[in-house]
């Protein structure tokens, strides 16, 4: 069992009502989809806002970042950085700069 | 003594003003879900403590946040950390498009250029609690569907009938997305339902959501092939006055509208308004006659005309309108006032209240007649709902 730190952004801080770092514990290979099984299971609420609910691919506008890599577009069952799995750097998940789709919405 | 809570969506989180019944000392609370897009809040008419709110982002996607302390805390339903016993978690916000065998689900609608596009969620536009049950919710989303949950929002399953109607894929977005926008139950027929739809029109089921029909006729939209086609209007918003449930009220597009036959027919009643494009439209909770709605110039100027902020009041049902503008602003006003933007309260001197895209929320206590704000500085008001409390 491998103790992950999670870097969460402000948004959804907002509904873990935790600090800006959480710690999740994951059971055998430490990947993009193993910890954030954990993290939905230890924060239910955050389903569907990092991830889609079936498919469970990355929202467009999310980046996974850790130990100064983009790891966005590796493959969810990808090892990540030794330096993750051993809880000395964070997994960090950040809303893109540029994003917000279909901000005007209610403006038609 | 009675009094009143506004619960007030914003571009940048939700905000919940009180006041006693005279409607002048305000107390605001928020922000909540500060830096969120709050679309809309409604609080149940049958507990009014219970308030569901629609929270959405374009990075996060989309939340349904519940208060049972009149909107002091909140939850999202099945959100909670400890798994219970069989019962599904963290899918309070999962609208997942009805595939199944019973509602003739359909793949595509008419994109901008003409094109058929694949239905695709985006957020939920509002929230209507049921009239009989604190636990049964109604959404309207974008891309246009009916969703409903029965378990106080943990929960939502698609009123298929609606999309599976054999006009869906003529129906088109608007220039803000395809959403469906205003839902209208009928507290003496629970088996019927009014929606809207930007740009498809009106609908209404009379077995509970079945089947629909399309409720146009009467309706006229320029930039239609077919101007008097039986889909593919731009509603902006439709009101009833609860107390008489076959009269029904749009600001479509262009053109304000009436409806005596609960939509099977409209005419229209813009009579003497200075221009008749707009967003909102309601009426007086005691005086079913008497409507209001906020001119904006054009469909490319979406802004009051002449920099002056109004609202128009009719007390015959349309065509005749007087201005009412007397505490509003009357120079270099500039904003919009979204559809969902306007309500009124059931007091006795009954209250109408709207928001506007520059973040100000205006008061009349008495019907129109004069205007105070509520707030001036809050961020971009995306919807306004009042509760009447003893």
């Known amino acids: 069992m491998a103790t992950v730190r999670v870097e969460l952004p402000a948004h959804l801080r907002t509904l873990t009502n935790t600090g800006n770092e959480v710690q999740v514990e994951v059971a055998g290979h430490v990947t993009q989809r193993s910890v954030l099984d954990a993290l939905e299971a230890a924060y239910p609420v955050l389903r569907g806002t990092i ?39 964070p997994f960090l998940i950040i809303g893109a700069v540029a994003g917000g789709n279909f901000s005007l919405c209610r403006y038609g | 003594m009675s009094s009143v809570r506004v619960l007030i969506g914003t571009k940048k989180g939700a905000f919940i003003a009180t006041a ?31 308030i569901y709110a629609s929270q959405t982002s374009g990075w996060f996607g989309q939340l349904i946040q519940c208060s049972d302390d009149g909107g002091k805390t909140w939850a999202v339903p099945g959100g909670a950390p400890e798994p219970k016993m069989g019962m599904p978690q963290g899918q309070s916000n999962k609208f997942a498009y009805d595939t199944g065998p019973t509602g003739k689900p359909l793949t595509t609608h008419q994109w901008y250029d003409g094109t058929q596009h694949p239905w695709e969620f985006k957020r939920v ?97 320029k930039f239609l092939p077919n101007p008097t086609a039986e889909v593919g209007h731009c509603v902006h918003h439709i009101a009833m006055n609860p107390k008489r449930p076959g009269v029904l009220f749009m600001q479509k597009h262009w053109d304000v509208m009436r409806s005596d036959d609960g939509g099977d027919t409209w005419t229209e009643v813009s009579g003497n308004l200075p221009t008749d494009f707009g967003f909102v439209i309601d009426i007086h909770a005691h005086e079913p006659e008497t409507i209001y709605v906020v001119p904006i110039k054009s469909d490319g100027e979406h802004f009051p005309l002449d920099g002056k902020l109004r609202v128009f009041r009719s007390r015959n049902g349309g065509n005749e309108w007087q201005e009412c503008s007397r505490g509003l602003p009357q120079n270099n006003c500039f904003v919009n006032v979204l559809r969902d933007a306007m309500a009124v309260d059931q007091l006795d001197d009954c209250g109408i209240y709207f928001g506007t895209t520059g973040g100000q929320v205006y008061c009349s206590p008495d019907g129109g007649d004069t205007w105070a704000p509520i707030a001036e500085h809050l961020p971009a008001v995306l919807s306004v709902e009042v509760q009447s409390l003893k």
């Open chain 1, 51 to 89: 991830r889609d609910h079936d498919t469970h691919k990355r929202r467009a506008f999310l980046r996974f970042f850790a130990c100064e890599e983009d790891l966005s577009h590796e493959s969810p069952d990808a090892p990540l950085p030794e330096a993750v799995a051993l809880g000395k750097e």
């Open chain 2, 20 to 50: 006693d019944g005279k409607r002048q000392n305000w107390q605001i609370s928020g922000p909540f879900f500060g830096g969120w897009e709050m679309y809309h809040l409604k609080g149940s008419p049958v507990d009014p403590n219970r």
């Open chain 2, 125 to 221: 536009w509002h929230l209507e609690p049921s009239l009989t049950d604190a636990n049964t919710v109604y959404a309207g989303i974008e891309d246009a569907a009916l969703f409903r949950s029965t378990d106080g929002g943990t929960t939502w399953q698609e009123l298929a009938g609606l999309r599976g109607h054999e006009t869906g894929p003529k129906w088109q977005p608007g220039a803000g997305g395809m959403g469906l926008h205003t839902i209208i139950l009928d507290p003496t027929n629970p088996k019927r339902i009014w929606i809207a739809i930007s740009a498809a029109g009106t609908f209404r089921t009379d077995d509970g959501g079945a089947t629909w029909k399309p409720i146009n006729k009467g309706l006229y939209s």
